[in-house]
């Protein structure tokens, strides 16, 4: 849902109004709904016993909080008639990156993946009947072992208040006739994203770095035992873990000058110069 337009408050003032609210669905839940039927259903990849937390994606709730004003202004002095004060601000969504679903596709609880070691003789990898993707999965599926626990294979999920990342933009500037055919701008315009999507190593394996860098991660609680997927991580129940969150930021702060000349003896042209700052 979109507003925007343009009040002429005075001869001078024009102000520049708008509302934006735009809502995305989490397209993280395909893969939920997907992993839940299939873990319920008559050929379950992983040990039934399990909870479903740990054999299933995550189910995300909607974010319902992107709403994006837009507030811009000029003024022209009467006193200044050559001249023109802009600016304007404005908060705008983006959308999650669908290669975040498309990692979490590709890797545990939503895979079940192994390796098969083919002979040709009692384990025959390549079907008879031709190479497509439906034969061999026919063929290869009943080597890779189910009833196991995903949570000893890499896994990537999502928390719970995954969202889209939003971004502020806002300018400021002055704009000033030096010529019948040549306008001076120099304006300031920034951006501030936030919420930007990350790839975090949540479960990391602290103990065996310790042995070339023995200060990294002290005071952190690692598990010792052995027969555990975290052996060595902070978690004992999971091995690798990779979460995406929403714990990345961008700053851009610029100072802009240029010099627009129309037509002046047949030439047209701008020359500008920028100074900036950016961090990530």
């Excluded at 890499?154 to 500037?173: A, D, I, K, W």
């Excluded at 704009?175 to 920034?190: E, H, I, K, L, T």
């Excluded at 035992?225 to 961008?250: H, I, K, L, M, W």
Aim: proline share 7%; net charge negative; glycine share 8%.
């Amino acid at each position: 849902m979109y507003f925007q337009d343009n009040f002429k408050v005075t001869n001078e003032l024009t102000l520049n109004l708008g509302l934006r609210y735009e809502f995305f669905g989490q397209a993280i839940n395909f893969l939920h709904n997907e992993t839940v039927a299939r873990q319920t259903g008559s050929n379950p990849f992983w040990n039934t016993s399990l909870p479903l937390s740990a054999t299933t994606i995550p189910s995300i709730p909607s974010f319902y909080r992107n709403i994006e004003p837009r507030i811009g202004f000029s003024y022209s002095p009467s006193a200044l008639p050559k001249m023109v004060v802009h600016g304007g601000y404005s908060i705008n969504a983006d959308p999650e990156f669908y290669v975040i679903f498309v990692d979490m596709a590709t890797a545990a609880p939503t895979v079940n993946a192994g390796t098969v070691n083919c002979d040709g003789v009692t384990v025959t990898c390549i079907p008879g009947g031709g190479l497509t993707y439906a034969t061999v999965q026919a063929a290869d599926d009943k080597y890779i072992p189910t009833g196991t626990d995903p949570r000893g294979l890499p896994t990537r999920t999502v928390p719970s208040n995954f969202h889209n990342p939003q971004g502020e933009t806002y300018s400021l500037g002055v704009q000033y006739q030096v010529a019948p055919s040549a306008v001076a701008d120099v304006r300031y315009v920034g951006n501030h994203t936030y919420g930007q999507f990350q790839a975090l190593n949540t479960n990391p394996d602290i103990l065996d770095v310790q042995s070339a860098f023995p200060s990294y991660g002290s005071g952190t609680t690692l598990c010792t035992d052995s027969s555990q997927p975290g052996y060595t991580r902070p978690n004992c129940s999971y091995a690798e873990v990779e979460t995406y969150a929403n714990t990345a930021f961008s700053i851009y702060n610029a100072l802009q000058a240029s010099l627009t000349v129309r037509n002046l003896h047949g030439f047209t042209g701008t020359a500008s110069y920028t100074w900036s700052r950016a961090i990530t």
